[in-house]
């Protein structure tokens, strides 16, 4: 088993944890379990975050909404019908695209709490250190820029750059938020911050590279 | 002799060079009969694209193609016209060039692509929707319309955009805004220096929020604002004085934040960065 028919049964693996195949080329390929850690701890994040919290469903259209403006997600429309899909372009790498949604989501319940909290209900501010950006490259951002490599080696230095700069912002975004949870202004530069890394995830997967 | 023998060799390598840039490069144009409002999509990985206003009801594309490595798709469905570069097999950024010239009906949408760029569309009162990673993106003259802008690396450029509703996001391209005025202007940007040059209009909304860029911002002493101006960890600065206001929104602290109002404050003007500097400047 090669590392596409792996990923193509990536799904499944993730539901129900695989057949013998499949649990056998994992523990021999190290991107690919590399993959699976990464997919595992936002599909935990995202649990955790859940159970911490459930958005109001205004929240969710709010996001939906945002998640197509910013053309994450799409209406079918048939003048795509030129462009060949997301997965023939990017074949194993279109997982990415839901991560780049996970970022946008994520954005959005980390500063849900603080927004009602202006409300007057009564809310926890502080964020669980699991959830705190991390000021390096995650695995996801790592994936990304071996996506990268292999298809446009060029740019490979342009995205690590802004990556780096944007995992900066997201810090000092939190930080601020942590600092002030009742700040609305810092809640939006935080959103702000992810809005920009979700920029440059939506860039190489779906539009900039070949 | 030996020196002839060079110019000889060197003429000859000339010729072939020269001989296989002209047929690589082709031309090509395409031409679409459309309705009022159309939309139109140009998609390219490399090269540039630049759009006009056209003279009539049509949308006129011409396509300048450097090798065989690359063909242009295009569709239309009624009013919406797609034009796409196709990459083939073989293709790099190096060989897949394209650079287009379209002219579209001064009242159609617009959406523009490519890594590399650079973009441009001009005098034109549909939507433009402009977009690369690394592409150098300039608009100019548009009335009435929405104006959003998305580059990665790329530097972006927009002049005399009135009454737009517009949005820039960029990480690390630098942006200048001369004379864009509009019910929403929102930039953000990550590291990439913001200079603002205009009178902000009137009752619009101004949002300019960077990470570690500098924010600049150029005004006529008679432009009417209501301003506020934060950074967390850089310097503010404003050379045009301000009637203090009552109430703000966070703890005005002399250097790192200011904010106050100018004349009517029609506008409202909030600037805002973590560790990039902050200028109001007198024009």
């Known amino acids: 088993m090669n590392c ?9 693996f993730l539901e129900d944890g695989g057949n013998a195949e499949l649990q056998s080329h994992l523990k021999t390929c190290g991107n690919c379990s590399g993959l699976v850690t990464s997919l595992q701890s936002i599909i935990h994040e995202a649990q955790f975050l859940q159970a911490s919290e459930e958005p109001s469903p205004r929240v969710w259209n709010a996001l939906e909404i945002q998640l197509r403006k910013e053309k994450i997600i799409r209406e079918p429309r048939a003048s795509h019908s030129l462009l060949p899909s997301l997965r023939e372009r990017w074949g194993i790498a279109a997982w990415l695209v839901p991560a780049a949604a996970a970022i946008l989501i994520a954005a959005g319940i980390m500063v849900l709490p603080n927004s009602k909290s202006n409300s007057g209900v009564t809310q926890q501010a502080a964020l669980p250190e699991s959830v705190a950006p991390k000021p390096a490259y995650d695995q996801s951002d790592e994936q990304l820029l071996q996506e990268v490599s292999m298809r446009a080696p060029m740019m490979r230095a342009a995205y690590e750059a802004n990556l780096k700069d944007v995992n900066n912002y997201i810090r000092d975004a939190q930080e601020s938020v942590n600092a002030n949870p009742n700040d609305e202004d810092a809640q939006q530069a935080l959103m702000d911050a992810y809005g920009q890394k979700s920029m440059i995830y939506e860039m190489a997967l779906d539009r900039s590279l070949p | 002799m030996q020196r002839s023998t060079y110019a000889t060799e060197l003429t000859v390598i000339a010729l072939i060079g020269l001989t296989s840039w002209a047929v690589a ?17 140009i998609i390219n990985q490399f090269g540039s694209v630049s759009v006009r206003p056209s003279t009539g009801n049509y949308v006129l594309v011409n396509a300048t193609i450097y090798s065989d490595k690359v063909e242009v798709d295009h569709a239309q469905n009624g009013s919406r016209v797609d034009v796409q570069s196709h990459l083939l097999s073989g293709a790099t950024a190096d060989n897949s060039r394209v650079d287009y010239e379209v002219l579209v009906p001064a009242d159609a949408s617009v959406d523009l692509e490519s890594t590399t760029g650079p973009l441009h569309a001009e005098r034109l009162h549909g939507d433009v929707v402009a977009e690369g990673a690394n592409a150098s993106i300039d608009v100019r003259d548009i009335s009435g319309s929405h104006v959003h802008v998305k580059t990665m690396a790329g530097p972006i450029t927009l002049t005399n955009i009135r009454d737009g509703h517009v949005e820039i996001d960029s990480v690390s391209g630098d942006i200048t805004l001369n004379s864009v005025t509009g019910p929403l202007v929102r930039v953000s940007s990550t590291s990439g220096r ?3 040059d205009g009178d902000f209009g009137y009752a619009g909304e101004y949002r300019f929020n960077s990470h570690s860029g500098n924010i600049d911002a150029t005004i006529p002493q008679d432009a009417s604002v209501d301003v506020k101006a934060q950074s967390v960890r850089g310097q503010v ?8 206001k009552v109430h703000t929104s966070f703890l005005v602290k002399e250097g790192s934040s200011f904010a ?3 004349n009517k404050a029609a506008s409202s003007v909030w600037l805002r960065t973590f560790s990039g500097k902050i200028h109001l400047k007198k024009r």
């Open chain 2, 194 to 196: 913001i200079q603002y």
């Open chain 1, 4 to 12: 596409a028919q792996f990923q193509r049964e990536l799904p499944d």
């Open chain 2, 237 to 244: 600065q404003s050379d045009l004085p301000l009637q203090p």
């Open chain 2, 260 to 262: 106050g109002t100018i």
């Open chain 2, 25 to 41: 490069e082709t031309k090509k144009e395409y031409r679409f009969e459309v309705g009022p409002k159309a939309k139109v999509s």
